[in-house]
C-alpha cells in the first residue's frame, strides 16, 4: 500500500520521538527544562488531541514564557494552588476560588493567600515561588494571572524591584494560543496551520537555556494571550501540524512574521545586520489587508512630543530606501535644529505602522481676520474710517500626513498574505515555503539547532 507524504512525516517523527533522551538533550535545542509532572504530557495529549507518544518531553520541550514585570501580581486557580518553593517543596495549597496576592518586599516575594487548606495561613516570605494549579476534574487546570488564564505553571522571582512572572509550558500546549493570538481564529485553517509551523520553529529557535526566560508575550517575541485566545480551530493548527518545524540546512530558521508587507516582504538584510538565504524580499498577496493602504495625520502637538530636542517637526525627508520602498534613513527637520535617524526610530517615534510610508504637508487654510490682517470696520458719519496696517501673516505649526502601506517590519511571512494565499487553495507547506524560500518543512528531530544569524530575535510586528 502507497503510504502518503503526511503519512510518512508522522513515521519520520515517531522515529525521531523513540530516540534516546539524551541525545535529543545534546541537540542544544532540546536542553533540559524544569522538572513536570508526568500528568503533564497525558493533559497536553488529552487537550489537543495529541498523540501522548509525541507529547513526551523530548519533543514536546518545556518553554519559558515572560507574562508580566509588575511590582504586585494578583494570582489564582481554576481548581486551586499548590505553592512551592525554588526546590519543588510545597509551602501550602490553596482551594478553588481563593486568590494570592504578590509583592515585592526587601528584594523578596511577599505572598499573602486568602484562604489555604493546608500548612500555614500566614503570610509567606521567599525569594522564589513556583504556583502549580491542583488537578481539575473534567477539563485542564488553570491559572488566572491578573485578567487573563494560563496553562502550565508560573514562576516568580524578582528582578530589579518587580515581580517577573513566568509561565512554564510545554510547547504543543502553549501554541494554540499563540495562533490565536496572532491570527483570528475563523481564518482558513491552511493559514492557521502556517502560522502553527512558523511559531513552533520560531519559539524553538529562540529557547535561552541560560537566560531568565525563553520568550516575551507580545509581539516582542510572538503574541501569547492565554486560553481565551484558544479555540478549536487553533487547536486542531496544532494538533494537524505536530511536531512539523522549518529547516534550512541542518537548522531552524528564524521564522519571523508580521501582519502585512504592503505588497513585498522586505530582505532581512535591508532591516537587520545580516541577510538570511530564506529572508528575502518576495512578492506579497495583502492586497485584502485593511491595512494594505493606510495615512495617519501627524499633528504639530503629536510631532512636537516625538521630537522635543528640536522643537517639533516641519518637514520629514527620506534620504534612503530599501529595495521594497522603505525608508533606510530619514532627515527630520525642526524649529530649532535637524536629525538624522533610522527608519525604525523614525517609526518608533511617530507610531507608524511601518516604514513603508511617504510624508506629505497639508495645505494651509486661512480664512476671516487671518486673510486680512485686519478686523471688519466700522462705519460712522457717512464715511468710511481708514483701516489698520495689514498685519504679517503667520502660518500655523505644519500638519504632516503620513501615507503608507502594511504592517509590521516586512520580513518573512506576512499572515494577510497566508490568508489570501488559504483563500486560493494554497496548503500550508505551499504557503510557507513562498514566504522563507528554499526552506524544509519537516518534523523536529535530533541534532536540529539554531543557525548564528545576527537578525534580531525579537519578530515584531
Not at 508526568?38 to 519533543?59: F, I, K, M
Not at 504679517?392 to 502601506?405: D, E, F, N, Y
Amino acid at each position: 500500500m502507497a503510504v502518503s507524504k503526511t503519512g510518512r512525516i508522522r513515521a519520520l517523527f515517531l522515529a525521531a520521538a523513540l530516540l534516546p533522551q539524551a541525545l535529543l538533550l545534546s541537540s542544544g535545542v532540546l536542553a533540559a527544562a524544569p522538572a513536570v509532572a508526568q500528568s503533564e504530557a497525558e493533559d497536553v495529549a488529552a487537550a489537543g488531541g495529541l498523540d501522548p507518544l509525541l507529547a513526551s518531553r523530548s519533543t514536546n520541550p518545556q518553554l519559558r514564557v515572560l507574562l508580566l514585570d509588575l511590582p504586585a501580581i494578583r494570582v489564582a486557580g481554576s481548581s486551586g494552588l499548590s505553592l512551592r518553593d525554588a526546590r519543588g517543596g510545597e509551602l501550602l495549597r490553596m482551594p478553588a476560588g481563593a486568590t494570592l496576592s504578590l509583592r515585592q518586599v526587601g528584594g523578596r516575594i511577599q505572598a499573602q493567600p486568602s484562604a489555604v487548606t493546608k500548612g500555614n495561613s500566614g503570610t509567606l516570605s521567599v525569594s522564589e515561588l513556583w504556583l502549580e494549579p491542583l488537578p481539575a476534574s473534567g477539563g485542564l487546570a488553570s491559572l488566572q494571572i491578573e485578567s487573563r488564564r494560563y496553562r502550565g505553571r508560573l514562576q516568580v522571582r524578582v528582578e530589579a524591584s518587580k515581580l517577573r512572572a513566568i509561565n512554564v509550558i510545554a510547547l504543543e500546549t502553549y501554541l494554540p494560543s499563540v495562533v490565536g493570538s496572532e491570527m483570528p481564529a475563523s481564518w482558513p485553517l491552511e493559514a492557521l496551520r502556517a502560522q502553527a509551523v512558523a511559531a513552533r520553529t520560531y519559539a524553538l529557535r529562540h529557547r535561552r537555556p541560560s537566560a531568565p526566560f525563553d520568550l516575551h508575550s507580545t509581539v516582542t517575541s510572538q503574541a501569547y494571550k492565554g486560553l481565551e485566545a484558544e479555540t478549536a480551530s487553533t487547536r486542531e493548527a496544532v494538533r494537524s501540524t505536530q511536531g512539523l518545524v522549518l529547516m534550512h540546512g541542518n537548522s531552524l530558521i528564524n521564522a519571523v512574521f508580521h501582519s502585512s508587507s504592503g505588497g513585498n516582504t522586505e530582505n532581512s538584510g535591508d532591516l537587520w545586520s545580516r541577510q538570511l538565504p530564506y529572508l528575502v524580499s518576495v512578492h506579497d498577496y495583502d492586497d485584502s489587508s485593511p491595512v494594505a493602504r493606510w495615512e495617519k495625520t501627524l499633528s504639530p502637538q503629536m510631532l512636537t512630543g516625538a521630537f522635543g530636542e528640536i522643537g517639533g517637526v516641519s518637514r520629514i525627508d527620506v534620504l534612503s530606501t530599501t529595495g521594497s520602498g522603505r525608508v533606510r534613513q530619514a532627515r527630520v527637520i525642526g524649529p530649532s535644529g535637524a536629525l538624522v535617524i533610522t527608519g525604525a526610530q523614525l517609526r518608533s517615534r511617530l507610531g507608524l505602522r511601518s516604514t513603508l510610508v511617504r510624508f506629505e504637508a497639508a495645505p494651509f487654510t486661512f480664512t476671516g481676520a487671518a486673510l486680512t490682517g485686519g478686523t471688519q470696520l466700522p462705519v460712522g458719519m457717512g464715511s468710511v474710517l481708514a483701516p489698520p496696517p495689514p498685519r504679517p501673516l503667520v502660518p500655523p505649526s505644519p500638519v504632516i500626513i503620513a501615507v503608507g502601506r502594511g504592517f509590521g517590519h516586512g520580513v518573512g511571512m506576512s499572515q494577510w498574505g497566508a490568508y489570501a494565499l488559504a483563500q486560493q487553495g494554497r496548503r500550508f507547506e505551499q504557503i510557507l515555503q513562498h514566504y522563507y524560500r528554499g526552506v524544509r518543512v519537516q518534523p523536529l528531530r535530533a541534532g536540529t539547532g539554531p543557525l548564528a544569524s545576527g537578525v534580531a530575535a525579537g519578530r515584531g510586528s
